[in-house]
């Protein structure tokens, strides 16, 4: 794992450095899967964005790991013996809504394993609250950016408007 390209990722996804430097990478990643998976599988639009954040802030090596993970059991197995540092709680729920919404279809298998994600990890109804607002601001967030900065043809849309990106918001 190149250290730089860790801070520069994590500076840009989350506005700070070292977000993930104390937290056992694969024990994150897996998690995250297995909330993508509670829906009984892990569509690969929620494999590729897990395994594309793995790359961005861990390497090629650890999306490569990501990759080939096949999730199985519930948050409580996967944590058990093993834990998320109190300080990337929150995050590790935010990460996990979003990997879940990556297929634009957060199912009800889905949702609840990311509320027995919370429940593991400590982060309550308020806190869940706050972070579906945040979710909810950044996409709108970005769907301004893309009427600002693409008003009349998104890339890649051959001379017309391309579908837009988005997805659910969580519930």
Not at 108 to 136: H, Y
Not at 137 to 161: C, K, N
Request: with cysteine; net charge negative; charged share 30%.
């Amino acid at each position: 794992m190149d250290p730089s390209k860790s801070a520069a990722a994590e500076q840009l996804l989350y506005g700070i450095e070292g977000v993930l430097s104390e937290v056992d990478p694969e024990l994150y990643f897996e998690v995250l899967l297995v909330c993508a998976s509670g829906d009984g599988f892990v569509a690969p639009e929620e494999r590729a964005w897990v395994s594309g954040l793995a790359d961005a802030v861990g390497g090629a090596a650890l999306a490569e790991k990501v990759r080939a993970y096949q999730p199985s059991g519930d948050v409580f197995r996967v944590l058990y013996g093993r834990q998320i540092p109190h300080y990337a709680r929150r995050l590790v729920v935010y990460d996990g809504i979003r990997a879940c919404a990556a297929d634009r279809d957060l199912g009800e298998g889905e949702w609840e394993a990311v509320m027995a994600l919370a429940s593991a990890v400590g982060v309550g109804d308020e806190e869940i609250r706050l972070i579906k607002r945040l979710i909810r601001d950044e996409r709108a967030l970005v769907e301004r950016r893309r009427d600002v900065l693409f008003p009349d043809e998104l890339p890649g849309s051959r001379g017309g408007r391309a579908a837009r990106a988005g997805g659910p918001s969580p519930p």
